[in-house]
């Protein structure tokens, strides 16, 4: 890459700052004063500023794959089946960004970049899940669309309101910004009908374009979607202020 991109990805300015830290003649390659930020090196070109070694800060990786029915998405198993993680067999440790169940198919992530699985499953953030599923006791009703809506009370509490659309008699388009245990499967179940088939389509900006087990790694730009865009609520949530502890 070129020695201005390198120096930028090292953490020690701006590309643009870095041109000009270059013409400097503040860079060396392999010992020498290079003043072309265009230089070609990689990292066993022994690049130092102001003599110190400037080692680029690795990319984060992030990995869209669509699950498979019966892969868990924990890091491991203790029933020994398959995981999202040996699934794609990755020489990097990476680890699944949220839950599916092993029986929901669908769009799941996996990262080594710790901040931005925080904020793409917090629920203080609000990131959209899109989740179609195939229902029982079909026609879906208009009442239990409205229930959705408006929040469902499961035994841990109501539910946020849900984005709901009947998209066929028995399927569903649901959007929720909460992450509870098999919150879908409840809030369906609560409103009279029971999941038969569920899968994730979309998790904030990013839709499910992969088929059956297939995995790609996201781009920078995609990566970036992902950081900036988390869904409705821009700033976090303030959380609830707790009452002061009475003195004894
Ligand atoms: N809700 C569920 O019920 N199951 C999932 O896997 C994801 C969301």
Same mark, same amino acid.
């Given at each position: 890459?070129?020695?201005?991109?390198?120096?930028?990805?090292?953490?020690?300015?701006?590309?643009?700052?870095?041109?000009?830290?270059?013409?400097?003649?503040?860079?060396?390659?392999?010992?020498?004063?290079?003043?072309?930020?265009?230089?070609? #090196?990689?990292?066993?070109?022994?690049?130092?500023?102001?003599?110190?070694?400037?080692?680029?800060?690795?990319?984060? #990786? #992030?990995?869209?794959?669509?699950?498979?029915?019966?892969?868990?998405?924990?890091?491991?198993?203790?029933?020994?089946?398959?995981?999202?993680?040996?699934?794609?067999?990755?020489?990097?440790?990476?680890?699944?960004?949220?839950?599916?169940?092993?029986?929901?198919?669908?769009?799941?992530?996996?990262?080594?970049?710790?901040?931005?699985?925080?904020?793409?499953?917090?629920?203080?953030?609000? #990131?959209?899940?899109?989740?179609?599923?195939?229902?029982?006791?079909?026609?879906?009703?208009?009442?239990?669309?409205?229930?959705?809506?408006?929040?469902?009370?499961?035994?841990?509490?109501?539910?946020?309101?849900?984005?709901?659309?009947?998209?066929?008699?028995?399927?569903?388009?649901?959007?929720?910004?909460?992450?509870?245990?098999?919150?879908?499967?409840?809030?369906?179940?609560?409103?009279?009908?029971?999941?038969?088939?569920?899968?994730?389509?979309?998790?904030?900006?990013?839709?499910?374009?992969?088929?059956?087990?297939?995995?790609?790694?996201?781009?920078?730009?995609?990566?970036?979607?992902?950081?900036?865009?988390?869904?409705?609520?821009?700033?976090?949530?303030?959380?609830?202020?707790?009452?002061?502890?009475?003195?004894?």
């Amino acid at each position: 890459m070129r020695l201005s991109r390198y120096l930028a990805h090292g953490g020690i300015s701006s590309r643009r700052g870095a041109e000009e830290l270059i013409r400097d003649g503040r860079v060396t390659v392999a010992g020498e004063v290079v003043t072309d930020p265009a230089r070609d #090196v990689d990292e066993d070109s022994s690049v130092r500023f102001d003599g110190k070694q400037v080692r680029p800060v690795e990319q984060p #990786v #992030v990995i869209a794959l669509n699950k498979p029915k019966g892969v868990v998405s924990t890091a491991k198993d203790t029933h020994d089946r398959p995981t999202v993680v040996t699934l794609i067999g990755a020489k990097r440790r990476l680890y699944p960004v949220g839950r599916l169940d092993a029986d929901t198919t669908g769009l799941i992530l996996l990262t080594d970049d710790g901040e931005l699985a925080n904020r793409l499953t917090h629920p203080r953030y609000g #990131v959209p899940k899109t989740y179609r599923a195939t229902v029982a006791k079909a026609p879906i009703k208009e009442e239990a669309l409205e229930r959705l809506r408006t929040g469902v009370e499961l035994e841990d509490g109501m539910t946020a309101p849900a984005e709901a659309k009947r998209v066929a008699p028995d399927k569903i388009e649901l959007i929720i910004r909460e992450g509870k245990k098999r919150q879908v499967r409840r809030m369906l179940e609560e409103v009279g009908h029971p999941v038969k088939s569920l899968q994730r389509v979309a998790f904030g900006p990013l839709k499910l374009d992969l088929g059956e087990g297939a995995f790609r790694q996201l781009t920078k730009v995609e990566i970036e979607r992902l950081r900036s865009t988390p869904g409705a609520f821009q700033q976090p949530k303030r959380e609830a202020k707790r009452p002061p502890r009475k003195r004894r």
